[in-house]
T-cell receptor, first 115, second 113 residues
Framework: AQKITQTQPGMFVQEKEAVTLDCTYDTSDPSYGLFWYKQPSSGEMIFLIYQGSYDQQNATEGRYSLNFQKARKSANLVISASQLGDSAMYFCAMRETGGSYIPTFGRGTSLIVHP | DAGVIQSPRHEVTEMGQEVTLRCKPISGHDYLFWYRQTMMRGLELLIYFNNNVPIDDSGMPEDRFSAKMPNASFSTLKIQPSEPRDSAVYFC???????????FGPGTRLTVL
């Protein structure tokens, strides 16, 4: 069964607008971490933001914020004020801390920012 | 600080040849992961190490694949013999502790002809 689901294979957004990339996860472990990574066309995987399952507040890192809804098991990435350089693949990932710590990645969402 | 270092960045080889991919994790990180990325299968975890010890290699596709971590600053992924279906981008990543975010290397793009 899929542990991480990213339902949007592709997203388009106008420059300077905000965009939300969806991620839902499945776990019975009460303790876990959620991560988002960016993969531009150059290929490297860049860590963006982390949310722990016990964190009380939504994580933020600059223009990135994580809309964490624990009851819904969703961890959506919000990018504010999109820039052309935000065009990339975005991957959601989870690490369950009660088990083997094996990280699980979603299939990714391709984001294209239009000028 | 230097990030995760991988070499080579690109490798083109012929079917049947041995391929060795190398990785130097971030100093102080105690977890090291090897991934393979293809369009068809996405990002797959092949194996990971904790304190140089292989913990889970269930993602290694076949006996043709092997990985070692002789010390905290070096790991190799070897494919012998290589096949065209092994063509992919291979990433190494490291993290501090079991809960930490993973930092990825630039990847090795492998093409097996």
């Amino acid at each position: 069964a899929q542990k991480i689901t990213q339902t949007q294979p592709g997203m388009f957004v106008q420059e300077k607008e905000a965009v939300t990339l969806d991620c839902t996860y499945d776990t019975s472990d009460p303790s876990y971490g959620l991560f988002w990574y960016k993969q531009p066309s150059s290929g490297e995987m860049i860590f963006l933001i982390y949310q722990g399952s016990y964190d009380q507040q939504n994580a933020t890192e600059g223009r990135y914020s994580l809309n964490f809804q624990k009851a819904r098991k969703s961890a959506n990435l919000v990018i504010s004020a999109s820039q052309l350089g935000d065009s990339a693949m975005y991957f959601c990932a989870m690490r369950e801390t009660g088990g083997s710590y094996i990280p699980t990645f979603g299939r990714g969402t391709s984001l294209i920012v239009h000028p | 600080d230097a990030g995760v270092i991988q070499s080579p960045r690109h490798e083109v080889t012929e079917m049947g040849q041995e391929v060795t991919l190398r990785c130097k994790p971030i100093s102080g990180h105690d977890y090291l992961f090897w991934y393979r990325q293809t369009m068809m299968r996405g990002l797959e975890l092949l194996i990971y190490f904790n304190n140089n010890v292989p913990i889970d290699d269930s993602g290694m596709p076949e006996d043709r694949f092997s990985a070692k971590m002789p010390n905290a600053s070096f790991s190799t992924l070897k494919i012998q013999p290589s096949e065209p279906r092994d063509s992919a981008v291979y990433f190494c990543a490291s993290s501090l502790g079991p809960y930490g975010e993973q930092f990825f290397g630039p990847g090795t793009r492998l093409t097996v002809l």
